[in-house]
């Protein structure tokens, strides 16, 4: 079953007090997490020359399983960032 990422975009309103608790619950007790985290400040770089600056408006991600793209869709209600009206970005992530 392929691997999907929903990236969080930081446009929720009220994301710094969005309970994430019973949405993740319900993703591990379908047997769909994978994982996921916030992510905080970093850079890019290049071997050579100037790098662009970060995504700035990346804020975290969760990794999920499904059938497909579809399928990953219908796992978004309860997620409290699709949820306060924020993007989610889902992308399926190769098997490599």
Known sequence: MPDFIFLHHDDAFGDGGLDW???L???REAGVFQG???IGEGCCVKKSGDA???TAHISGYIRVTAE???AARKLL???P???AGGTVEIREL???
């Open 94 to 96: 190769p098997k490599g």
């Open 21 to 23: 608790d019973p949405y």
């Open 81 to 83: 960032v699709y949820e």
């Open 77 to 79: 209600p309860g997620n």
């Open 68 to 70: 497909d793209l579809g």
């Open 36 to 38: 996921g985290s916030s």
């Open 52 to 54: 662009p600056e970060p």
């Open 25 to 27: 619950s319900r993703l």
